[in-house]
């Protein structure tokens, strides 16, 4: 039994809506909604909502089919049985598969509805119990795919990131290639790994650097197919795979599938990276190729960068090197004293275990450490006797000057505080901070020796140069208070070995 079933009869038959009333709302079971004709019917059915409706086929103006069909345009899910005295088979069929689901066959007797609405009602039940159990299923299998997809998202964002990790923080673009060679293997999977670089004029590629996971994989030479290989994804300008099969077997290699990616600056190639799986091994798949080029682009961009900041530091040492140049210009005396002062500092350095990177620093910072004199004018610079107070004072702003000018683009921060403190003394009483001992920063301690030597050394206009050995045992003398002890012992055993003299100039 349904308690509290909404009914709704359309008949333009008065005698059955009321029968439909009268019998209905008796049993106290239901209620009893009517119209009598199909507009009003629409109407009713959408203030009333009801659970089930029973309509006359043959109605003037809107028949029991067209009422139907908006019926269910409007809740496909109401059941709605069709009353009529000549059922036709077509009528009946296109009712059925418009969504009707029965009907009665007037005259009927009251009572028959009664069964029609608690078949009805049952088959819909099961068929809302089947749709429940449908749509769980689907959810299921939908919840399924989404875990799955995520998990491959999780995999494929930790792979690109790893690949962001290892690339991104190379600046050397020799190191870059053995790098993007390692990487390679490592993200696929692979035994063996080649960059060529690609001769634009003739064609040719050259092995420029490779990395082997087994050792016995390991050769300098490219075999020919892999040559062949990498040539073909340079003509059509995309990944191009390859793997072996049992027809050719008599190819004598460990290699069981490779994959070749052009490697393209700005659209323009200049390379081929070519990756191989040894041993029985799974050719490439789509995803494979999609790290594989992901690191390729990366690696290309890097590689633009890396030129382009090569070039930026180029034109601005080229520019402050002019600076300097300017300078000296200035001061017939002092023409290429930063330049020996530079020469000097690297000696110096090398003898003390300076790397290449720390004697490139030097060298740098030697050339450059005067450079703030191009704040102080000719007047003072140039001045043949001795500097008043005044005139001391604004000399002793060059080495803040000079690191301004140096450290105002922010790239070469060790070299700024080199030259800041290229006029402090061991013993604190330099400038421009009185900085002492361990805190003055070591490559200003060594220049500091070399610029002094270089300035004793040289003629200027209001003395004569100084004879190198009294310049070396002025050194010697200041050792502990003006240099450090230990790179004036280095600069002794320099000067006594003959590494270092001062020019000729
Ligand atoms: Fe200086």
Known sequence: MHNHL????????????????????HSNQYNVVTASDGPTALDVFTREQPDFLFTDLAMPGMDGIALSKRILEIDNTVPIVIMTAYPSMESTITALQMGVVDFIVKPFKIRDVDFVIEKVMAQKEVMVENLLLKTEHARKKELEALNFDLASTVEEMEKLNFILRKVD?????GDLFDQLTKISC???SAHLCYFQILDDVTGALFPLTSHAAREELASE?????LNLLAKKSLDRARPVTWQRENGNSNLVTPIHAAVSIPFNIKDKPLGVLTVCRAGGSNGFSEQDLHYLSFLGKRAALVVENTALYENLCQNLFSTLYAFVEAIEARDP????????VADVSCIIGKSMGCTARELDLLDFAGRLHDIGKIGVRDKILLKNGRLDDEE?????THPEIGASIVGHMGLLKEETQVILRHHERWDGKGYPHGVAGQDIPFFSRIMSVADTFDAMTSDRAYRKKLDDQVA???????SGTQFDPQVVEAFIDLAQKGEITSSPL
Do not use: C
Not at 6 to 19: C, E, F, H
Not at 169 to 173: D, T, Y
Not at 472 to 478: A, D, S, Y
């Open 186 to 188: 490592e993200i696929s």
């Open 221 to 225: 030479d490219v075999p020919d197919f």
């Open 392 to 396: 001391y004072r604004i000399i002793k």
């Open 169 to 173: 923080w190379k600046k050397n673009s």
């Open 472 to 478: 070396f045992e002025t050194v010697k003398n200041n």
């Open 6 to 25: 909404k009914i709704m009869a359309v008949d333009d038959d008065p005698g059955v809506l009321n029968v439909f009333k009268a019998y209905f709302e």
């Open 333 to 340: 005396y002092t023409k290429q004293h930063s330049a020996r």
